[in-house]
């Protein structure tokens, strides 16, 4: 019996808050979340093992069965020239989520940075980036990024950086917001009067608390990335054919879904839409789980 | 009346007790959980009586109020006991019965009046839906309110109907709370800590009027508040609340004045009585912590920090004793309670003679002006001040009367106007903390009021005291960990607590590492922030000895800024008197309290309630600090002052602060030998 009581008072000095449990145990705890990554990582597994996981070349033609429907041996049914549209909705995964990530990188990096500038250095920066911002948020997402592909040539490597520059302004807005809320706080006075320079005030002691923002923002803006990758995709900017990829075989294959060849343009699409909500679906359990 | 009549007038009479709480019992269900708390609470309040609810916070005050009206949260339930409302059961009720319950019989009225009150409706509409759904019509509503509201003594009603809240002062929004409160005559009123955000002034104008009208109304009161001196003020009964247990009720007077409980006692102890200086007479502290929520101590929920407890207080819970008429208390050992042996660390030395002529910082013409929107605001007015070491330097006024801006202005923080002159060991500082060397940062340093703002959340211990250690001391490696493990040991941290981060320490932890900080470059000045403020009482002592202790061992000098004028007595050795950006009395602390003082030093003694309940109260001030966008002519305190002379002197002339007894200053128009007179006849009066 004494023994529950015996611990010496000293003992509870350490106040049991919320934070009991880590960010990721309560994460596991929400099915939104279980659901969610389940089918972000099948995806994930997709890209990475491509062909490896593919039951057959996504590349191979048959024209002795092309437009075959949805069967035992085309899962998914044939495409117009014969290839297995099962095998190209899995490695097209690759693209479209290498793609999508760079460029989300690409613009949580550069708009964290500009967010974190505006917010606490203020003044000139903080005008000049307002008003870069305001400027992106009047242009629609995709024609900047067209006029910008047409100018330069599409490539890989043109689609992360465009998608990545049209981000940029987007995460640094909200950045910012989460960065002024900071500034009022005492310890950034404290670290004044301890003599630290503004960078390390910036990125040691503003920086790890706007990163729940930054995480939120990141998954956001990565389903508007894998949007946008496959409308460019399907305008025809994006991956360039052969290589599988969503946006562009539901380009090349909706002109036949008035003849009845559904299977080529649903599938490729149903992967789209269930990535998008993956990434939803993660996102919002993660926006929970920081606001608990 | 008699008894006849009363209880031929049906079930409700004045013999029927308005509230009726017996062993109420409330569990959380967190995580899958069930956490108890509250555990077997049991009090009644009579009609016309007003009944106070004190305890700390997680003492599950806030948790008996929503469990009366089933305001629970969804993860809460009753889970057993009884309540009965003039005789009905809010437990039993069905929807319909639970609205007639809340909208006629019982009113509430929160922390805050700001959120209590919506932003988009105005103020004479709010009030006047009360009475529409009393079944009055439109105009006769509108008339009951601005009657309602000319009761809760704002004078102007007509006018302040057609605000919307957030055009009106937190003081006049509290009012019209309680109008609404009230319109709907309730027979019991909840004022849950209705004042806690309110400035003492306002605070004593709340209180008087919640006094008259409970007399006017016949309402019963449950009066929940952490201040101690507040229910000593307002309640008849009052009933201490710990960790979800009523441990000692009883009469208010008798329960303050001869505890028999040793969580009363130790907690009265806590608090800074008149004469209790910080060289002699420290405070008491309850050592150890709040059990955590959900525990299950099967003895007394107060025997792991009690210094009486024996083997029997662990085991069996005590039940209620009888110790007197209508007075009980959940202590074996109820006879022993008052002799509690006291916890308080020794007296400590302070240094015998300071060297008068030895200021650290002098400040000269400090003024500041803050520009809004093409509207300047003067917040602070050509102040003078020096600043000696060892010393602390009280700093007392209302919210908006300058304090924080001059302590800002002294660390750098903010950059004062033109010509004003911060001096440190006699050379100029610079006006921002920026272009500050070194040596001068190290001497400046602050404690914050709010230590969760204070310190990073993302930072652990360890990085948030040893970075002035490496930054301004200029320490590293092993003699940095020597230090820290030093500073550490002074603030009476523990070694275990390096590696947390803030948010896993309790509020006292916290700012002992804020002063850890505060102290790690070895500083000369240290400006206190209502570094208390955000505490328990029993906290608070502790951190108070605390902030003794290290005065005496580094010599440190203190800018002490307190709305709680028995905690600047306590520490201060000198006080300073701020009205809007002006100093109006600056003396040593006992001549200051002790009097002749400013008359707004006067009204700031008054407005403060004293457990004991001793004090006189002489003056009331009128209303709210004008702004300073829009200072009143030659004296600014006159629009306020209760004792300005009729000669019209105090609206067109300013009076200087001019010495009227040595190193006693003060700015008033009326002549010292006055003062003494006006403020000692009435006292004599009392």
């Known amino acids: 019996m004494t023994d529950v009581v015996a611990a010496p008072a ?11 449990l880590p960010a990721w145990r309560l994460l596991l705890r929400r099915p939104t979340f279980i659901v969610g990554a389940a089918i972000l990582l099948f995806w994930v597994v997709c890209a990475v093992f491509g062909h490896l996981v593919a039951p057959q070349d996504p590349l191979a033609q048959s024209l002795l069965a092309t437009n075959k429907g949805p069967s ?6 044939t495409d117009q020239l014969g290839r297995d549209v099962f095998s190209r909705v899995l490695v097209g995964a690759r693209s479209i989520l290498v793609i999508a990530f760079f460029a989300t990188l690409l613009g949580t990096v550069a708009g964290t940075a500009l967010g974190l500038a505006m917010g606490y250095l203020g003044g000139v920066i903080d005008i000049v980036g307002g008003r870069l911002v305001e400027a992106v948020l009047a242009l629609p997402l995709v024609i900047v990024a067209f006029l910008f592909i047409v100018a330069v040539g599409p490539s890989t490597l043109t689609v992360i950086i465009v998608i990545g520059l049209v981000f940029t302004p987007l995460i640094a807005r909200t950045v910012r917001s989460a960065v002024l809320v900071e500034r009022q706080q005492d310890y950034l006075a404290s670290a004044r009067l301890l003599g630290e320079n503004r960078s390390y005030i910036m990125f040691i002691e503003v920086l790890p608390n706007v990163l729940p923002v930054v995480l939120v923002e990141f998954t956001v803006r990565l389903g508007y990335a894998i949007f946008a990758i496959a409308s460019l995709s399907f305008l025809g900017f994006g991956v360039q054919p052969p290589t599988p990829d969503w946006g562009a075989d539901i380009s090349v294959n909706y002109g036949v879904l008035p003849a009845g060849y559904w299977w080529m343009t649903l599938f490729p699409a149903l992967a789209i839409a269930s990535l998008v909500v993956a990434i939803n679906l993660v996102t919002d359990s993660i926006e929970q789980v920081i606001a608990s | 009346m008699t008894a006849t009549e009363t209880a031929a007038a049906g079930s409700v009479d004045d013999l029927t007790p308005t509230l009726q709480v017996e062993h109420l019992e409330v569990t959380h269900r967190v995580r899958g959980q069930d956490r108890r708390a509250l555990r077997d609470v049991s009090f009644q309040i009579g009609r016309r009586e007003s009944y106070g609810l004190v305890g700390e916070s997680g003492s599950g005050k806030s948790t008996v109020a929503l469990a009366l009206t089933r305001y629970l949260p969804r993860n809460g339930r009753v889970s057993g006991g009884r309540i009965s409302i003039n005789g009905q059961d809010p437990l039993a009720m069905d929807a319909a019965a639970l609205r007639e319950l809340r909208a006629r019989t019982v009113s509430m009225v929160y922390q805050e009046p700001g959120k209590a009150l919506n932003p988009s409706i ?25 009657a309602m509201l000319r009761t809760v003594q704002i004078s102007d009603p007509g006018r302040v109907m057609g605000l919307y809240p957030h055009q009106i002062s937190g003081g006049m929004a509290q009012r019209v709370v309680i109008a609404m409160a009230l319109a709907a005559e309730p027979s019991l009123l909840i004022l849950d800590e209705p004042t806690t955000a309110l400035d003492a002034t306002v605070e004593a104008e709340v209180l008087d009027l919640v006094a008259a009208l409970r007399e006017d109304f016949g309402a019963s009161v449950l009066f929940i508040s952490h201040n101690l001196a507040v229910i000593a003020k307002m309640c008849d009964r009052v009933g201490v609340l710990y960790a979800g247990e009523l441990l000692e009720e009883g009469p208010a007077e008798q329960v303050f004045q001869e505890p028999r409980h040793p969580y009363t006692v130790g907690l009265l102890r806590c608090i800074p009585r008149r004469g209790q200086r910080k060289d002699a007479g420290r405070l008491d502290t309850i050592p150890g912590f709040l059990p955590p929520p959900g525990h299950t101590l099967p003895g ?5 920090r009690c210094p009486i407890a024996e083997e029997r207080c662990r085991e069996a819970r005590p039940p209620a004793f009888p110790v007197g008429p209508a007075r009980s208390s959940r202590c074996y050992f109820h006879d022993a309670a008052s002799d509690l042996p006291t916890n308080a660390p020794p007296d400590i030395q302070l240094p015998a003679t300071r060297d008068a002529a030895e200021p650290v910082v002098t400040l000269q013409h400090l003024s500041k002006t803050f520009t809004h929107g093409g509207e300047s605001v003067r917040a602070l007015v050509g102040v003078n001040l020096s600043l000696e070491r060892g010393e602390t330097l009280g700093l007392v006024g209302e919210s908006g009367s300058g304090k924080t801006t001059l302590a800002r202005a002294l660390l750098g923080l903010i950059a004062p106007d033109e010509g004003s002159v911060v001096d440190l060991d006699g050379s100029a500082l610079a006006a921002q903390a920026r272009r500050r060397p070194r040596e001068q940062l190290k001497a400046l340093q602050i404690v914050f009021q709010n230590p969760d703002s204070a310190l990073n959340r993302r930072h652990t211990v360890r990085r948030l005291i040893s970075r002035p250690l490496s930054r301004l001391a200029g320490l590293s490696g092993a003699r940095l960990q020597e230090r820290l493990m030093d500073l550490v040991r002074s603030v009476r941290l523990e070694e275990r607590h390096l590696s947390l981060r803030p948010s896993q320490l309790s509020g006292g932890l916290k700012q002992r590492v804020a002063i850890a900080r505060a102290f790690g470059g070895g500083p000369r000045i240290v400006v206190c922030d209502e570094p208390t403020s955000a505490l328990d009482v029993s906290v608070q002592a502790a951190i108070l000895n605390l902030l003794a202790d290290l005065q005496a061992k580094e010599q440190v000098t203190y800018m002490f800024i307190s709305h709680d004028l028995g905690v600047v007595r306590y520490l201060s050795d000198r006080i300073a008197v701020l009205y809007l950006g002006k100093i109006m009395e600056l003396g040593p602390a006992e001549t200051v309290f002790a ?11 008054s407005a403060v309630p004293s457990i004991d309940g001793q004090r006189a109260e002489r003056i009331r001030l009128q209303g709210e600090i004008p702004s300073a966008a829009d200072p009143p002519s030659g004296c600014v305190f006159h629009t306020r002052c209760p004792r300005r002379l009729p000669t019209g002197v105090c609206e067109t002339s300013d009076p200087p602060l001019a010495e009227v007894a040595p190193g006693h200053l003060m700015s008033c128009h009326i002549p010292i030998d006055q003062l003494t007179i006006l403020q000692r006849t009435e006292q004599d009066g009392d």
């Open chain 1, 72 to 77: 035992a041996a085309h899962w998914f049914g």
């Open chain 1, 10 to 20: 000293a003992e509870v000095t350490v106040a049991r808050g919320r934070g009991a």
């Open chain 2, 595 to 605: 009097g002749p003082h400013h008359p707004y030093t006067e009204a700031l003694l």
């Open chain 2, 300 to 304: 007394c929920v107060f025997a792991p």
């Open chain 2, 122 to 146: 105005r103020v004479g509409r709010q009030v006047a839906e009360v009475y529409e759904v009393a079944g009055f019509d439109g105009s006769a509503a509108q008339d009951k309110a601005e």
